[in-house]
């Protein structure tokens, strides 16, 4: 993580290296969390979520928790956004009150970098509109290393709303750096213009692309950021009869994960969710950790 920054925007902050000790540090925190009680002793954590979040906003209030900081929610329903405050004087406001850490969820494209930069406050970036979602990316890798016993030479095919998921950049960065191979696949309408190329990955529109792939990671249909784009879907049911995910698609051996949350019966069959190839709850146990390693490198002196 870029020392100097003391934020954690993007998964492009890191290094490959970054992200190995990342990952070896909550594998050391999963296994004694109690070593770790008092590395933030003292501080104090905001936690501003101006978007929906379950698994994001609690994981990380746990994770700071677990490390002894203080931890102050603040949604959007019910603070003072609502009265049209803008960020820019959400975070000069905050910043009053000398945190020692913000971690915002936001849902315009490059919301932390510029929270960050008004603020002067370490920021944790918990997903900015369709941009990043880097600490879901580290959890991702470490449930795949927890599953496989590896990430090099993995192959990971990322199906479903390519174009509006935060969860796919953040990831497909993150594997490439430390040698997964990447497909994306998706409808036409969902996979934007180029991607493979500026991700230096494979994409294809075809779901029979997902056979050679080792774990096969589904993604919600974000239907609150298509706009005014009406009909990139063409209903539920044709969407989920030609790129749902179902155990007939799979070969044996595959893994299914997802970031959540899932719409079941619609990217993914109900029963996949619930089978012993889904790592989801993994995934979402596996947040805690990651997030406290994270919070470790950030602020830890
Ligand atoms: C995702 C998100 O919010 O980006 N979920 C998550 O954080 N675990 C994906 C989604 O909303 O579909």
Known sequence: MDATARSFLSITDLSAD???????????????PCSYAGTLAGRLVLSVFLEPSTRTAVSFEIAAGNLGARVISIRGSGSSIEKGESLKDTMLTLSAYQ??????????????AF????????????????????????????TIRQ????????????????LHSRVARSLTQALTMVGAHVCLVAPPTLLPARIGDAFGCDVSTDIAAIRDADIVYTLRIQNERFGPYTGLVPSVAEYHARWG??????RPGQLVMHPGPVNRGVEITEELVDSPRSLILRQVANGIPVRMS??????SD
């Open 245 to 250: 995910i179902s155990e007939t698609r799979l």
């Open 294 to 299: 994270c919070f470790c490198d950030l602020l």
């Open 147 to 162: 599953a496989l016993g590896r990430i090099d030479g993995v192959q990971v095919a990322i199906v479903g709303d390519i």
């Open 18 to 32: 970054d992200i190995v000790r990342i990952l070896d540090r909550a594998e050391t925190i999963a296994a004694d």
């Open 99 to 112: 945190p020692d850490a913000v971690v915002l969820r936001h849902k315009e494209n490059g919301a932390a």
């Open 115 to 142: 929270a960050a930069s008004c603020s002067k406050l370490p920021v944790l970036n918990a997903g900015d509109g369709t941009h990043q979602h880097p600490t879901q990316a580290l959890l991702d890798l470490y």
